[in-house]
């Protein structure tokens, strides 16, 4: 046998696994939701994730929702006092991300579901998302805001 047939002979091998596993993939029923695969084969795409929750797992995740908590209340608060300048009020709807994902750890240290450890991960996502966005528009203001301030000094100089 020549290398050319085997390299033939190799083609072929792999073109006819993978069309058994596109069969194996069609033939698998249905996702119930967007979060879940129901396909679980030797390459799925969603990696299943066991959680176990020993003592020092559940005393640190204790630790994050406090934490959590805690910069949600000061970050409210924060909210509260600039909201004068306008730039508070989004900042209370995403203290309120960040108070959300305090509250879905402590659901997870109860229940033990899993669902609830990806609702943490959603919620935290949208604040961390939502907290980037505001830092961003945050220092443009303040930017803004020093030279327009060096301008009316510059022109109260000249006066």
């Known amino acids: 046998m020549s290398f050319e047939d085997d ?13 058994k596993e596109l069969l194996e993939f069609e033939n698998t029923p249905a996702p119930l939701n967007q979060y879940e695969s129901s396909y679980q084969g ?11 929750l020993d003592e020092m797992m559940k005393k640190e995740l204790k630790m994050i929702s406090l934490f959590n908590k805690i910069i949600g209340v000061l970050m409210m608060i924060q909210g509260v006092l600039t ?14 991300k ?51 301030f060096i301008v009316i000094l510059a022109i109260a100089a000249n006066s």
């Open 98 to 148: 960040l108070f959300n994902a305090s509250k879905a750890i402590e659901r997870l240290l109860y229940s033990n579901d899993e669902n609830d450890l990806r609702e943490y991960f959603i919620a935290k996502g949208k604040f961390s998302k939502y907290s980037l966005i505001y830092l961003a528009v945050y220092l443009v203001i303040t930017v803004l805001a020093f030279f327009v």
């Open 83 to 96: 909201a004068i300048y306008i730039i508070g009020i989004p900042l209370i709807f995403i203290a309120l």
């Open 42 to 52: 030797k390459d799925s795409s969603v990696p299943e994730v066991k959680l176990k």
């Open 7 to 19: 390299v033939r002979k190799k083609l072929n091998d792999d073109e006819k696994e993978e069309k």
